[in-house]
């Protein structure tokens, strides 16, 4: 019988993290931000149905990149442990952060113990009923739980996403401005943006019960005229 | 967080999901002396642009009147509703859970069911509920609904077997159900519109109420009127109590002119 070679954790953990980033760098970046009334979610994804961006309950949705399989089976897990919540408990008792803390728990595990980790990045953003208690849930490949403010940039060229958008980032902004601005932060200054490559979704500030909704294309391009 | 192997994956389907985890509470036989409320007359129809669902208020255990503001009528996604007639406790868990198996659908899959893939949904969760109805706890529903495929409303009602049936006009269920359906029947043309609708749905429940003990009449004295909504292309529109109460009004004024 062969003995596998001793490989020490470092090594193992520096390796395992540099090919979940360089799988999640592949895709294109997705940025969600706060506007004057709700959370604007926007992503660059050239398909039209393949989802990054959808919704889990009343007043949360999930945002993934990188895998497709990967963060649809996250999603999918997500959907199911909240309507399990919401049916044994009640609707209030589904929140954000513990959902948030189940997935840092299933891709903590993954990135661990499984050989290959989970190559995605999500996000949970969830609306309050007033600005300050809206929240976004930043969860990096290896389990890494991030509560941001104000706006969250996954995957892609992420850094560049970052610099380009902190700068003209407002809560107070209204949606067609956030889109703008998003739009703008994702192709950066030597790309067009394309609306028909951008999937925006919307969680809305209101006493209705389900938060969330997409946006089409047409939508899109209307406001960013 | 439950996540499955691929050939243990319940789909998109919540029901399968929640037997799967064992959530099912277990059957037990219950006996037919068992006094639990029971939800009455309820009432649905078709009208020019889409389809109509209403029912009264009251519940009853035996000659009691245990509840005067149950809501036997509700809406179950954007483009339907159901309305329960048969003991209270299950038929209100049935719903939940048909509401539930429809939105968990639609977020799991990113669209909705078809209409009919919606009924047959019912027509299994009745099936199940066999052997309560066996002893006593029967439950049975109406399903309304507005099909965007092919633009017209729809409804069905469903026997304790989970059969299934589509009707093309009207349907009423419950122990008032032969005075509500006959007024219906009288008063049905193919050409109503949503207000025509509105105001025979009411008259037969007023009518349901004289004649049946265990139907609920319009309750000016504590504000609890009959649920009466109409699903349309734009959706489900519920009709405002106070809009209720002036149609209830002119049925009055015009039995006592009589």
Known sequence: ?225 | MPIFSPSEDPGSNFNELVKKLGLVPSHTSWSESLSVPHATTCVALRFNEGVLIAGDRRATSGNWISHRGMEKVLQTDDFSAVAISGAAGPAMEMIKMFALILEHYEKMEGRSLSLEGKANQLSMLVRNNLPAAMSGMVVLPLFAGFDEHDSQGRLWDYDATGGRYEEREYVAIGSGSMHAGTVIKVGWRNSLTAQDAVELACRSLWEASEADSATGGPDGLRGVYPIVATIDKSGWHRIEDSELSEIFDSIANEVKSR
């Open chain 1, 1 to 225: 019988m062969s003995m596998p070679f001793y490989v020490p954790p470092e090594q193992m953990m520096r390796e395992k993290a540099e090919f979940a980033r360089k799988g999640i760098a592949r895709g294109r970046a997705l940025v969600a931000l706060q506007y004057n009334n709700g959370i604007v979610l926007v992503a660059e994804n050239p398909s039209n149905n393949l989802r990054k961006i959808s919704e889990i309950y009343d007043r949360i949705a999930f945002a993934g990149v990188g895998k497709y399989n990967e963060f649809d089976l996250l999603r999918q897990a997500g959907v199911r442990a909240a309507d399990l919540t919401g049916l044994q408990y009640s609707r209030r008792d589904v929140d954000g952060r513990g959902l948030a803390n189940q997935y840092a728990q299933i891709i903590g595990q993954s990135f661990t113990h499984e050989s290959k980790p989970l190559e995605v990045e999500i996000l949970i953003a969830e609306i309050g009923h007033e600005k300050e208690t809206d929240r976004l849930f930043h969860i990096t490949f290896d389990g890494t739980v991030i509560d941001e403010n104000v706006f969250c940039i996954l995957g892609g060229d992420s850094d560049a996403v970052q610099q380009r958008l902190q700068t003209s980032v407002d809560p107070n902004a209204s949606l067609q401005q956030a889109i703008r601005d998003a739009a703008a932060a994702l192709a950066g200054p030597d790309r067009p943006t394309s609306t028909d490559e951008l999937e925006v979704a919307i969680l809305v500030r209101s006493d209705q019960r389900r938060c969330f909704s997409r946006l089409n294309h047409q939508q899109v391009s209307d406001l960013l005229k």
